[in-house]
């Protein structure tokens, strides 16, 4: 039962551009939300997280926004660089710790 | 400051053979969960360890276990394996309580033939 679901298993976008990532949950029990990167060869990075008492959180170049309500939440890069490209997943999580995790966006930034 | 390791990087075992994966959690984390992802997909959890005992478990078989040691560090056991078991293999190191983020080391790449 996939809790968690990335609907675009690709995204290609040009240098300098905004890169919009989705991501849909259906267990209404989540209450915490993050997105990770992956590069091949490597574990998963966390790049950002939010809790569900919000609806936006800033970090830098990389902005995540919720909402609740249609159970979604999206990934703003702005402006993308070709270090962005790799795989990003979407995760949740609710009073049982453990991590539900999203089959992957693979992001590719063209120059 | 260290971060996640895992040891080993790669393994190439045959079917019914048994496997151990180790890793070692960040620095001042006492939390260990592992995961399970198979190609194509995303990270499925297998178990997590906390005070050296099993707190949680995904759906996962008896035939996969685990071990926290006092220093926090854990194993992850596979025995009887099948060629459906071959995966990256991911350890995540946390703090225990609330909505902490897990942090992942690089991974065992398991192959079973």
């Known amino acids: 039962d996939q809790q968690v679901k990335q609907n675009s298993p690709s995204l290609s976008v040009q240098e300098g551009r905004i890169s919009i990532l989705n991501c849909d949950y259906t267990n209404s029990m989540f209450d915490y939300f993050l997105w990770y990167k992956k590069y091949p060869a490597e574990g998963p990075t966390f790049l950002i997280s939010i809790s569900s008492i919000k609806d936006k959180n800033e970090d830098g170049r990389f902005t995540v926004f919720l909402n609740k309500s249609a159970k979604h939440l999206s990934l703003h890069i702005v402006p993308s660089q070709p270090g962005d490209s790799a795989v990003y997943f979407c995760?949740?999580?609710?009073?049982?710790?453990?991590?539900?995790f999203g089959a992957g966006t693979t992001v590719t930034v063209r120059a | 400051d260290a971060g996640v390791t895992q040891s080993p990087t790669h393994l190439i075992k045959t079917r019914g053979q048994q496997v151990t994966l180790r890793c070692s959690p960040k620095?001042?984390?006492?939390?260990v969960s592992w995961y399970q992802q198979a190609l194509g997909q995303g990270p499925q959890f297998i178990f997590q360890?906390?005070?050296?005992?099993?707190?949680q478990r995904g759906n996962f078989p008896d035939r996969f276990s685990g071990h926290q040691f006092p220093n926090y560090s854990s194993e992850l056991n596979v025995n009887a394996l099948l060629l459906g078991d071959s995966a990256l293999y991911l350890c995540?190191?946390?703090?225990?309580?609330?909505?902490?983020?897990?942090?992942f080391g690089p991974g065992t790449r398991l192959l079973v033939l």
């Open positions: 995760a949740a999580t609710s009073n049982d710790y453990k991590l539900s």
């Open positions: 995540a190191s946390s703090l225990a309580g609330g909505r902490v983020t897990q942090y």
């Open positions: 620095s001042g984390h006492d939390t």
């Open positions: 360890y906390y005070e050296e005992e099993e707190r």
